[in-house]
T-cell receptor
Framework: GAVVSQHPSRVICKSGTSVKIECRSLDFQATTMFWYRQFPKQSLMLMATSNEGSKATYEQGVEKDKFLINHASLTLSTLTVTSAHPEDSSFYIC??????????????FGSGTRLTVV | AQSVTQLDSHVSVSEGTPVLLRCNYS??????LFWYVQHPNKGLQLLLKYTSAATLVKGINGFEAEFKKSETSFHLTKPSAHMSDAAEYFCVVSGGYGGATNKLIFGTGTLLAVQP
C-alpha cells in the first residue's frame, strides 16, 4: 500500500533558528500533500495544502511567512518553520492524497514530527 | 460545509468486551468517512473508510463501522477489545469529490482505554 515517510521524527532546536521537515511519498506520486499541526491531547488542525509546482494554500490564521511550504516534486513536500519560538513546539503531521477508490481519494499519513523549541 | 462530532472524548472498556466509538457527521455532499487510529507520538493509521459503496465497512484489526444516512452516523465497533487497541481514534469526513480541495475534517478524537 501507499507509504508516506516523514523526517525527522523528533527535533529540538533553539529559538530563532529554522527547522525543515520533509514528507515523501515512497511508492506513489502525490500531487497534493497536506500539513497538519496537533497540540497535546487535541485533534489535527489543517495548516496548509501543498500542491506540486504551485504555491501552497494556507488555512486562515496560519502565517505563510512563518511556515514555508515547498512542493517541488511529485514525491516530496517540505515544511520549514522559520525563526522558531517555543509556542511553535508541536506535533506536525503530513499526509498525501493517494489513488483512493473511484472519485473518492484516499489519504496516507506520515508518522509525524515532534518539534520542541527551547 | 462538513463537520464531524465524536460524542465521547474518553471510552474505557475491559479486555474482551465490545468497543463502541460514536461519530456523527454533517455534510452537504455525499461524504467520504474515515476512522483513523493514533498511538502516542505516532502518525495516523487508517482503520477503514466509507466511499458510497457498502454501508457496513470492515477495516483492519477487527474493526468495522456502519454508515447510517438517516442518523448521520458512522460509529466504530469491535466485538472484543484487545489491550493493543488502546489509542486515540479520530473520525474524519471529506466532502465532495476528488481534487486538491478535498480537505479532511477531523473530529476531536476519542481516547480508548482498555482495562485488563
Amino acid at each position: 500500500g501507499a507509504v508516506v515517510s516523514q523526517h525527522p521524527s523528533r527535533v529540538i532546536c533553539k529559538s530563532g533558528t529554522s527547522v525543515k521537515i520533509e514528507c515523501r511519498s515512497l511508492d506513489f506520486q502525490a500531487t497534493t500533500m497536506f500539513w497538519y499541526r496537533q497540540f497535546p491531547k487535541q485533534s489535527l488542525m489543517l495548516m496548509a495544502t501543498s500542491n506540486e509546482g504551485s504555491k501552497a494554500t494556507y488555512e486562515q490564521g496560519v502565517e505563510k511567512d512563518k511556515f514555508l511550504i515547498n512542493h517541488a516534486s511529485l514525491t516530496l513536500s517540505t515544511l520549514t518553520v522559520t525563526s522558531a519560538h517555543p509556542e511553535d513546539s508541536s506535533f506536525y503531521i503530513c499526509s498525501a492524497e493517494d489513488e483512493g477508490i473511484g472519485d473518492h481519494y484516499g489519504y496516507t499519513f506520515g508518522s509525524g514530527t515532534r518539534l520542541t523549541v527551547v | 460545509a462538513q463537520s464531524v462530532t465524536q460524542l465521547d472524548s474518553h471510552v474505557s472498556v475491559s479486555e474482551g468486551t465490545p468497543v463502541l466509538l460514536r461519530c456523527n457527521y454533517s455534510s452537504s455532499y455525499s461524504p467520504s468517512l474515515f476512522w483513523y487510529v493514533q498511538h502516542p507520538n505516532k502518525g495516523l493509521q487508517l482503520l477503514l473508510k466509507y466511499t458510497s459503496a457498502a454501508t457496513l465497512v470492515k477495516g483492519i484489526n477487527g474493526f468495522e463501522a456502519e454508515f447510517k444516512k438517516s442518523e448521520t452516523s458512522f460509529h466504530l465497533t469491535k466485538p472484543s477489545a484487545h489491550m493493543s487497541d488502546a489509542a486515540e481514534y479520530f473520525c474524519v469526513v471529506s466532502g465532495g469529490y476528488g481534487g486538491a480541495t478535498n480537505k479532511l475534517i477531523f473530529g476531536t478524537g476519542t481516547l480508548l482505554a482498555v482495562q485488563p
